[in-house]
């Protein structure tokens, strides 16, 4: 259901975000929204939701659909793959923040135990993918490679390429297919399918987009900026410890921080207090190396959420991107 039970009245003036309906980024987008303080209720099969602590609707899209949405300004933000932005060949939408889950790799897969071994032996066969358009692009090239950018020009593409909207991975034990482009995260899909990974197409994460006309950049920005608070609080820890003067210069070494480590001194002559973000994946070996540094009194600290301060570029202008 989908705008039934909504005036267009009662979304004027909102900002409109599109988030994933389903699939493998809708239980971490929800996560993300509630971690920064966006609230409301989705109504049973209901695709659009009002927020009711700030003027947002939420609109809930197939990933697929959404860098249409917000590259026609539809829609202003957008939570989606970055498979999912380059497939959709709109160049209206800005990537502006990174948001480090939905990683995963568009690979070119052929039967394991076939002779296949190089994209290159696909040029001339079949190929099935949900993502016709970056598979089309990457063959291109290798077809350009082999023949010239003229010859490809003048007489087409020899290699075939066929949409299938989901189970691509079947497409070879089928004989729909010589080889598949399809996503791979663990790779226990491909197994299971009898299938090999040869190249990759692109690897991809889930992306913060915008559209290049927001409706109301402020809040576009203020949206931007919670994310990347919560974001940024979940990759880093805060490690305190105490440490003697003559050492400071060598346990910098090991904490340099995310800007820079914060430096009190003690009551007690000649030590000093510090404070330091620490990636979390990290933490354990930083921990045995501030240790055998002679740091003392270490502790870990969940940062629950977080603010890098304002913005230096413009307001509509926030990009923060890198966020891996
Ligand atoms: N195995 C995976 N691991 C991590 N991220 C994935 C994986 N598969 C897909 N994604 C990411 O999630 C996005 C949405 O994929 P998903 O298959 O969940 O879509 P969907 O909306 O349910 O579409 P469909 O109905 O076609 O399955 C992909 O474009 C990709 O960015
Ligand atoms: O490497 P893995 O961890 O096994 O993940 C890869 C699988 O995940 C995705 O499909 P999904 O399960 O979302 O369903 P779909 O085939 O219907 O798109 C993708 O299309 C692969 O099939």
């Known amino acids: ?17 599109a988030v994933p309906k389903k699939g493998r980024l809708y239980e971490a987008s929800l996560t993300l ?21 700030l003027p947002i609707a939420l609109v809930f899209l197939g990933a697929a659909d959404i860098p249409v949405f917000v590259g026609e300004g539809r829609c202003d933000l957008g939570i989606t793959g970055q498979d999912q932005v380059a497939e959709s060949r709109t160049g209206h939408v800005e990537e502006i ?3 480090g889950f939905g990683k995963c790799k568009l690979q070119v897969q052929v039967p394991a135990r076939g002779s296949i071994a190089d994209p290159k032996e696909l040029i001339g066969k ?4 949900s993502f016709t358009n970056l598979s089309r692009e990457y063959f291109r090239q290798l077809e350009v490679e082999a023949f010239g950018a003229e010859a490809v020009e003048k007489d087409g593409m020899k290699t075939v390429m066929k949409y299938v909207g989901g189970s691509v991975e079947a497409a070879c034990a089928l ?3 010589d080889g598949i482009v399809d996503l791979v995260e663990s790779g226990e899909t491909m197994k299971a399918a009898g299938l090999k990974a040869i190249s990759t197409v692109m690897d991809t994460q889930a992306v913060l987009i915008r559209s290049k006309t927001p409706r109301n950049p402020e809040l576009a920005d203020l949206i931007l900026s919670r994310i990347h608070g919560v974001i940024t609080a979940k990759k880093y820890v805060l490690c305190t410890y105490n440490i003697r003067r003559a050492l400071l210069p060598k346990v910098h070494e090991i904490t340099p921080g995310k800007r820079a480590p914060t430096i ?7 030590w000093y ?7 979390k994946k990290e933490i354990a070996e930083v921990m045995d190396k501030l240790e055998a540094a002679g740091a003392s009194d270490i502790l870990v600290l969940q940062i629950s959420n977080s603010r890098a301060g304002k913005p230096t ?6 990009q923060i991107n890198g966020t891996t």
């Open 1 to 17: 259901m989908f705008l039934s039970d909504f005036t267009l009245d009662s979304l004027d003036g909102r900002l409109l975000m």
């Open 33 to 53: 929204l509630q971690g920064s303080d966006i609230q409301f209720h989705r109504h049973n099969r209901l695709d659009i939701a009002l927020c009711h602590n």
């Open 97 to 99: 923040l990174q948001l």
């Open 126 to 129: 079949q190929v099935v993918s």
């Open 175 to 177: 004989g729909v297919a």
């Open 264 to 270: 009190t001194t003690l009551e007690e002559e000649g």
């Open 273 to 279: 207090a510090i404070s330091v973000m620490v990636e």
């Open 313 to 318: 570029s413009p307001s509509s202008g926030l």
